[in-house]
């Protein structure tokens, strides 16, 4: 009698099938992961907005959106406010610089004060004057909302190499 060791080549091949498909399932994941963390970091910058009372008529909040793309360096994910003054809101604005434009703030004050005519446009530029003489402070809601959602974030990538490996054990 010798000792021996049989290998069923059957077995083999399931098994280098089951590693051929990794790539996909783990790029599949991978985007889920993706989807969910945009939309958790948009949901903690709104949250963050609400608690800082950065919003108005609510155009400001209502215009954040996501987007996922994969390319040929990855999966990337963006969080996003299209609105020209959202990076002034987020950023704020140095003293001393130039004044924004009165017909944004005259929008601003027609809808906060109800004021109209020569009244919202002299009120708009003592404003805008004052903005581009001492500047505006930062609400930082983006980047916030971004710390408050990273440990889901982390969470939710972390997770990627357990829902391959579940998805395999049940084939």
């Known amino acids: 009698m010798s000792l021996q060791a049989t290998i069923n080549t059957d077995e083999i091949k399931d098994f280098i099938k089951v590693l051929e498909v990794m790539p996909e ?24 907005m609400q608690r800082k009372k950065v ?33 002034v809101m987020e950023k704020g604005r140095k003293a001393g610089a130039t004044a924004p434009r009165t017909d944004v703030i005259r ?17 708009a530029f003592l404003i805008a004057r004052s903005i581009g003489e001492k500047g505006i402070k930062g609400r930082h809601m983006l980047k916030e909302g971004y710390e408050a959602a990273e440990p889901t974030v982390i969470k939710l990538f972390r997770q990627v190499p357990r829902r391959v490996v579940n998805k ?4």
């Open 25 to 48: 399932m783990t790029a599949k994941e991978s985007m889920v992961a993706m989807r969910k963390s945009v939309l958790h970091i948009e949901e903690k910058t709104i949250d963050v």
């Open 55 to 87: 919003h108005n008529y609510g155009t400001l909040k209502d215009a954040w959106t996501t987007k996922v793309t994969k390319g040929t360096r990855g999966i990337k994910g963006i969080v996003m406010n299209p609105l020209p003054y959202a990076i």
């Open 168 to 171: 395999i054990a049940k084939k």
């Open 107 to 123: 929008l601003w004050i027609t809808r906060k004060k109800g004021l109209r005519g020569r009244e919202a446009d002299s009120a």
